[in-house]
């Protein structure tokens, strides 16, 4: 929910700058970002932990080919959390310069895209030990197979759990936002 609601923010306030009630859009689903974000800290902890129990050889042998790019998930995490309260809080603010506050969501939104990206190679590494003497770092494990179609189905799977989301979101009862709204409609 976090990555797609990032994209569709992206887009959205992307074409709010032509079409007001796409800005308006783009603010609502920005909104449930930073809850999403709460949840999958949440809900992302006791899986982790899992792996790490489970599966301890494997994970560890792979974070240490991987190195300094798997750690660096922590700063980007960091990141891309603030990164996302900041657009989410300075909305008003920076109504005049969209510019500023596109570049602000869209550097959140290439990190929540850089992040999942760097774990799905990292745990995809985990299941070819058979190639662990020829990985050197991170760009190796970027030649197993099944690195980007992993990543690909994970882009789609976000783009259609937040559809599933706001679908269900946007059919709740909100007169304040359809009030607002000049050109769009539920219908739309």
Known sequence: LMV???????????RG???KDYDLLAREIAATIT????LAVVLGVAPLLSINVLYTLYFYSANALTGNIWISIVPWVAVAFLLFYLHKYTWDQL???????????GIGVFSFLLIPFIF?????????PEKWGEIQGF???????NVFPRYFHFITACMAVTGLFL?????????????RLETLTKKD
């Open 4 to 14: 797609g609601g990032g994209i569709l923010t992206f887009w959205y306030e992307l």
């Open 17 to 19: 700058k032509a079409n």
């Open 35 to 38: 809850v999403n974000k709460s």
């Open 95 to 105: 109504a005049d310069n969209k510019p500023l506050h596109l570049g602000i969501l």
């Open 120 to 128: 799905l190679t990292n745990i995809n590494l985990m299941l070819f």
């Open 139 to 145: 760009t190796d494990a970027l030649t197993l197979p």
């Open 167 to 179: 679908s269900y979101w946007f059919s709740r009862k909100n007169p304040e936002l359809e009030a």
